[in-house]
């Protein structure tokens, strides 16, 4: 080791807690349900469940109208009622009431006179703390260090919407945080109210090695979200009511693959593609016998065929996509056991329903009746989501596209940036565009990995799978529950760089900022300059849309939802031509 190295420790997960949580603290939550039920004797020594109620759980203390959780959010946590009531807003709120109001759009006077009017300095910001315009019943209030948005007026609100009560003992939240999807209502506090907060990390935890929370938070989706799941399916939803909550009740659940599937990507994702599919847990092999239908409920899962000594790539199926319909359909028409034609794995991390076979065979095919032929073509319009004719034969250059993206795991975006580099003249105009939408401070970079004529640049993807939000200390990186866009609120961000260091795409980038007459903020205390996150906002206050694929002069640039890949397809081929 030479005098200019310095040997510390390995950074670790309780390094930063998430709260302050005390020793007596968790001996409190140990002599309550549901911890004092759980065996600590199931958790490792370098995973104890004291460390776990130690670094992944925080109490909070709310008063009467404050905003717990906000329906549209994206949470990372759930939350445990230690005492005090809480409410859950039946009906959908105002944005404007819950302190969230739509972005703003510009004129084609103001687009017009921006031009004139951005500052001559990167990354100038008018007030480092400039608060929004404050809605007449919407406020914020300081405790402990922590600001909290409430509600006035409470009981008028609720007298229009309704809610439910929920006390001491209760749980909410957990769904969200656990499968990344936004908040489905509003919590506020009815009262005075102490809460526990535990993240996910540690809910995760909890649930692997305590049968009985796992079983507890799988009878919470049974009730509340997994027959709107099963409704939502395309194969499924002209079954009676009846039949779908047998359907329900026989649903097994199961988790594939790391959740913190991001914290090892970068140095996973250069291997071979032979290597990175074997690595990727198996759901389904090709030739075994069915076990159930799939449906995928969260996350993404590589379908593939074997290929001469590996694998080829023939379509990634998403939320709500179906894996072994036709299958189970040919062995109930012929009598005879049909093997899976293809393989399923998880890419990341994956949530599956299965619906047993018998099932599938008692219940769902008999029930589809004289539309058995209409569900069938309805199962291959969900799940063959690929980048071509689900009859015809793939092609050798569009499964190495496939296989890049989803070794890069680009399949995530909705709106990811690609360009054409036998079109792109490298002029620049994209980057000039986006600088003078955003206070002459471009939002993405002209680079990124490449795939034959083919770059994904580095702009954020705005994904379906947000991992940059998920640690965000202060909400300030959240998806906008109108647009579905990823937005930073330049106001919240503390400059953590908790955003910017999960992006497993290099899509966010930490700056140093300016006051108007040019000189840098530093903070008063430790005089180190004040970062914020920064990352394309789509142009969500441009009339036009995405400035960068307007300007493109040579129509090389392009916003893809790669969820369409079929549109894909047909941009690449005709830049081909």
Avoid at 228 to 243: F, K, S
Avoid at 336 to 351: C, F, I, K, Q, T
Avoid at 563 to 568: F, R
Wanted: proline share 6%.
């Amino acid at each position: 080791m030479s005098e200019l190295e310095i040997a510390v420790p390995r950074p670790r997960r309780w390094n930063e807690p998430f709260g302050e949580m005390a020793e007596a603290d968790v001996d409190a939550l140990l002599r309550i349900e549901p911890f004092r039920s759980i065996d600590a004797n199931a958790f490792p020594p370098s995973l104890p469940l004291r460390g776990i109620l130690l670094g992944d759980t925080r109490i909070g203390r709310y008063q009467a109208g404050d905003l717990i959780v906000r329906e549209g959010d994206y949470g990372h946590s759930a939350f445990l009622v230690l005492a005090g009531t809480v409410r859950v807003v039946l009906e959908r709120l105002d944005a404007k009431l819950l302190g969230r109001e739509e972005p703003p759009r510009r004129s084609w006077r103001q687009a017009i006179a921006q031009l004139w009017s951005n500052a001559k300095l990167p990354e100038v910001r008018a007030s480092a703390g400039a608060n929004d315009p404050a809605n007449d019943r919407v406020g914020t209030r300081d405790e402990s260090g922590t600001a909290r948005v409430f509600l006035q007026d409470v009981p008028r609100l609720l007298e229009k919407t309704g809610s439910v009560q929920l006390g001491v003992g209760e749980i909410f939240g957990e769904l969200a945080a656990l499968t990344r999807t936004p908040r489905t209502a509003t919590v506020i506090a009815d009262g005075r109210a102490t809460l526990l907060e535990i993240r996910w990390q540690g809910l995760r935890d909890i649930m692997r090695r305590s049968p009985a929370i796992r079983e507890h938070v799988e009878q919470l989706y049974r009730e509340n979200s997994l027959r709107v799941h099963l409704r939502e399916t395309p194969l499924l939803y002209d079954l009676p009511d009846n039949i779908i909550e047998q359907v329900a009740l026989a649903t097994e659940f199961e988790s594939y693959g790391n959740f913190d599937w991001y914290s090892d990507f970068g140095p996973n994702h250069a291997r071979d593609a032979t290597e990175q599919i074997a690595a990727e847990p198996l759901i389904a092999e090709e030739g075994d016998r069915p076990t159930g239908l799939l449906l995928i409920r969260s996350g993404f899962a590589r379908m593939s065929q074997r290929h001469g000594h590996g694998h080829r790539t023939l379509a990634y199926l998403g939320k709500g996509q179906v894996f072994g319909f036709s299958e189970l359909i040919e062995s109930h028409a012929t009598g005879e056991g049909v093997p899976w034609r293809h393989s399923l794995r998880a890419v990341g991390y994956v949530d599956v329903l299965r619906i047993p076979t018998e099932v599938v065979r008692e219940l769902i095919i008999p029930n589809c009746g004289l539309w058995i032929a209409d569900c069938g073509l309805r199962m291959q319009d969900t799940q063959q989501s690929a980048i071509r004719n689900p009859k015809s034969e793939i092609s050798a250059s569009d499964a190495r596209l496939l296989d890049f993206l989803a070794d890069h795991r680009f399949l995530n975006g909705t709106q990811t940036m690609l360009i054409n580099l036998d079109r792109c003249t490298r002029c620049d105009d994209c980057v000039r565009a986006c600088a003078a939408t955003h206070d002459n401070n471009p939002r993405f970079i002209r680079q990124g990995p490449k795939h034959d004529n083919l770059m994904v640049a580095n702009a954020c993807m705005h994904c379906v799978d947000p991992v940059c939000m998920i640690g965000c200390p202060t909400g300030a990186i959240a998806r906008d529950a109108n647009t579905g866009t990823v937005r930073i609120n330049d106001r919240t961000c503390i400059g953590c760089s908790t955003c910017a260091n999960s992006c497993p795409y290099e899509a966010i980038r930490m700056v140093e900022i300016r006051e108007p007459g040019g000189a840098f903020l530093v903070d008063e205390a430790t005089q180190q300059p004040i970062l914020k996150a920064t990352k394309c906002d789509f142009c969500a206050a441009q009339l036009t849309g995405p400035a960068c694929q307007n300007a493109c002069p040579h129509d090389a640039l392009v916003r893809v939802d790669m969820a369409n890949l079929t549109g894909l397809s047909q941009w690449l081929g005709r830049k081909a031509g």
